[in-house]
């Protein structure tokens, strides 16, 4: 897939949002730790060309941001697997890429883990995420189209792209720099992708404690 450009003019201060533009690594590094950059700016770079997103705030995506995170922390509870979460943390490797998904999770034993402070997990070092989910209305497209690729690129194990408009997931396991649709997670094994998009649904209707319950009553029939 070849991603859609524009040509940025010279000196970057302010780059146009939902675009990927062509930047070397110093003029995406540039703006992206630009201090005066507003703080809910989300920064990718990926093939040569950087991204920038403003994080939504209206109802839909902070609702629905929920569910995966719920789910996750719940379903390794009940399974008694080991998890850590990051919500919109950036990943860096260094020259190469950056992204900020909205959730990122590192699944099973790791001989070291990312330390506390403000700096973007060096992927270098602590290798990418298992898993990570993008929630997306405006940007949806792009989250199945480039940003999918930048995750194979990247390689973490899942990614999940979550329509915030049609409360729909959409899961793909990644391997071999490649990436194929899935009805079941594999980084959490037996977690059927329906039961996120009924979470999803419920989301708008149920409070969040009706939520989780029902959650923790399918993860249990799943051990069960």
Not at 88 to 105: A, F, I
Not at 174 to 187: C, L
């Amino acid at each position: 897939m070849t991603l859609a450009t524009t040509p940025p003019p010279a000196a970057i201060t302010d780059p146009p949002l939902d675009q990927w533009l062509p930047a070397t690594w110093d003029e995406f590094l540039a703006i992206a730790n630009d201090p005066a950059a507003p703080p809910d700016r989300r920064s990718y770079y990926y093939n040569g060309r950087m991204r920038f997103e403003m994080t939504p705030l209206g109802h839909d995506h902070a609702r629905q941001n929920l569910p995966p995170t719920d789910i996750v922390a719940f379903y390794a509870l009940v399974r008694q697997m080991r998890v850590v979460r990051y919500l919109n943390v950036s990943l860096r490797k260094t020259g190469v890429q950056e992204c900020q998904p909205d959730l990122s999770v590192y699944v099973g034993d790791r001989p070291e883990w990312p330390p506390k402070g403000n700096e973007p997990i060096d992927l270098d070092r602590f290798g990418p995420p298992d898993l990570v989910v993008e929630v997306g209305a405006s940007s949806f497209n792009d989250d199945l189209g480039p940003k999918r690729l930048l995750y194979e690129q990247l390689g973490v194990r899942e990614y999940w792209v979550i329509n915030a408009n049609e409360r729909q997931v959409i899961a793909f396991a990644i391997a071999d720099r490649g990436s194929r649709a899935i009805e079941e997670s594999q980084v959490l094994p037996g977690l059927s992708m329906a039961i996120v998009a009924e979470a999803l649904e419920r989301t708008d209707r149920n409070d969040d404690a009706e939520t989780i319950r029902w959650l923790m009553e399918q993860f249990q029939a799943i051990e069960s």
